[in-house]
């Protein structure tokens, strides 16, 4: 340890970033420098001289699959709690945007002292957006699902004329001057904005520890942590404040607060959701998506997101309708991998959690769906590999904040981030070598499946302010894969359980279908019990 902090010194002060001694300190007792050793030796036992993967069009996975959905099936029985549910009732106007609007910041009201859940409430412009709703809804100009209905927003997106912290002090006088294309999507789908939600700081957090801000309480055990970095908008959505809110998602930020708050977290394929307008923690790892209630309810948000976008070079494709993904309950004639060894040698996770993801394997199995165990070596590998290119990235971008206002970073987010500069110049190519070479293994493995199941996290919520490792979450913001969490039961203690599935690229629809096959056989499960 002493020779890793010898050379991160070195380096700080070769790029003339003030760092102190107790800093030095804090990046050793937290454990910043851990995986050092493993990142050289993932990189050692992979070919050196092969294309990095920026540059490796042959990484991706021969059989990139369709964006054209199965049939739709209409669905019944829809819960009105869920933006599917309301939306016709909205549109037949037994139901009013306005008392949508005014219930969702009455709860604000009433709970967010305890949750701590938005970083700012646009009461005025919400109201005046319900209203406008509301009229043209009567006027027979009415948009869609979303039109109406109340929604959040993670502070990490501009939205015109609000402050942009990202969870931070060096960004809270930062005033967008136009939207970020999700928040303009959003309201072209006619959604009601209700307000931004609180994060870790610049989204460098597993959890919602923030030294500016403060923690996000789990609304199902006050003392437990609503993960992170997406923590106010899984908490808001969780808690009944809105139907759906949008998250980011660099290395689980979207599906470990999912898990921990028993809803459904999305993050589609990298370049399937523009990041314009979003305050970047890694270039190459960052997502955009959806927290929401309901397997459906992710689909229409997805659908409202996803395109194109000339602001965002990294969107590649069209957005199919994603409504349309056949959400009928049934996996019939997928072919399900159930995670065994993942290259620890260590069982994956806590009983209760694995409990979990067996059931959820199981409802697909029961669905339809041929199920097979299957182990995934490279799946530490991809663990090892993911931070050190967040890591880097992530430097890059705030390299001059490091210099100028260092002492403006909270103690973690300012450990964490000085702790990247312990890696040499070469590292970053090694690492992207390394991630075409894992990239072209996963693709073989998924050339036998359709879908991966295995867990979101490895253990139930942990203390309020504690982060969770990204254990399982961060290996497919490696990829780049379509990944969702979706709830699994309750834990004895009645926290919530859930199940991750992946699919490859641009497969969204078949994700879409397996999720909602695991929570069409859990709902009837509870109904029954």
């Known amino acids: 340890m002493t020779d890793l902090i010898d050379r991160l010194r070195t380096n700080l002060r070769a790029a003339g970033i003030p760092a ?38 042959g990484a991706l996975p021969a059989h990139a699959g369709s964006d054209s959905p199965p049939a739709q099936t209409p669905q019944r029985g829809v819960s009105t709690d869920t933006i599917a549910g309301i939306a016709g009732q909205i549109h037949a106007r037994d139901v009013s945007p306005v008392e949508l609007a005014q219930a969702a910041l009455a709860r604000v009201a009433a709970r967010d002292p305890q949750l701590n859940a938005f970083q700012l409430l646009l009461a005025e412009q919400a109201m005046a957006d319900a209203r406008a709703a509301e009229t043209a809804i009567a006027a027979g ?3 869609g699902p979303l039109h109406g209905v109340p929604v959040a927003v993670k502070d990490l997106l501009d939205l015109a004329g609000t402050p942009t912290t990202a969870g931070s002090k060096i960004l809270a006088g930062n005033i967008a001057t136009q939207d970020a294309t999700g928040v303009a999507r959003l309201r072209a789908a006619g959604a009601v904005i209700i307000g931004k939600t609180r994060m870790s700081e610049f989204a460098y957090s597993p959890g919602s520890n923030n030294a500016h801000y403060g923690p996000t309480a789990n609304p199902h055990n006050l003392e437990r942590d609503a993960g992170g970095s997406s923590s106010g908008s899984a908490v808001a959505v969780a808690d009944g404040i809105v139907f759906a809110a949008l998250g980011s ?79 009928d309950g049934s996996a019939r004639g997928l072919r399900v991998g159930l995670l065994g060894d993942d290259g620890t040698g260590r069982p994956l996770a806590d009983a209760e959690t694995l409990a979990g993801v067996r059931r959820g394997a199981e409802a697909l199995r029961a669905a339809g769906a041929n199920l097979v165990e299957l182990d995934i070596p490279e799946i530490e590998a991809l663990r090892v590999i993911s931070p050190v290119i967040l890591a880097l990235e992530a430097a890059a971008f705030h390299t001059p904040n490091l210099r100028a206002r260092l002492d403006d970073y909270g103690e973690f987010m300012r450990q964490r981030i000085l702790a990247a500069f312990v890696y040499g110049p070469a590292t970053f190519v090694e690492a992207q070598q390394a991630r075409a070479a894992l990239r072209r ?8 499946i359709d879908i991966l199941a295995l867990p979101s996290v490895p253990d139930l919520a942990p203390p309020l302010g504690v982060p969770t490792p990204t254990t399982f979450t961060g290996p497919f913001n ?52």
Request: net charge negative; hydrophobic share 45%; aromatic share 4%.
């Open 20 to 57: 102190t001694e107790g800093d030095f300190a804090g990046i050793a007792e937290k454990g910043f420098l851990s995986r050092v050793a493993d990142v050289e030796r993932v990189i050692a036992g992979l070919p050196s001289d092969d294309l990095p993967d920026y540059l490796d069009a």
């Open 141 to 143: 100009q009415y948009l």
């Open 249 to 327: 998602d660099t290395g689980g930020s979207i599906r470990i607060p999912a898990a921990h708050c028993g809803i459904v977290g999305l993050k589609a394929t990298h370049g399937r959701v523009s990041l314009a307008g979003a305050v970047t923690l890694s270039w190459s790892l960052d997502h955009l998506g959806p927290l929401a209630r309901s397997v459906a309810d992710a689909a229409i948000m997805l659908e409202a997101i996803a395109g194109p976008d000339p602001r965002d070079g990294r969107t590649l494709r069209p957005a199919p309708a994603f409504r349309a993904a056949g959400l």
């Open 441 to 448: 293994r996963m693709a073989a493995i998924f050339q036998q």
């Open 478 to 529: 490696c990829l780049g894969w379509p990944a969702i969490s979706i709830p699994a039961g309750r834990s004895a203690s009645g926290m919530p359980l859930s199940i991750q599935l992946v699919a490859r690229p641009w497969e969204e629809h078949a994700l879409l279908r397996a999720a909602h096959a695991v929570e069409s056989r859990s709902d009837s499960t509870e109904r029954n019990s």
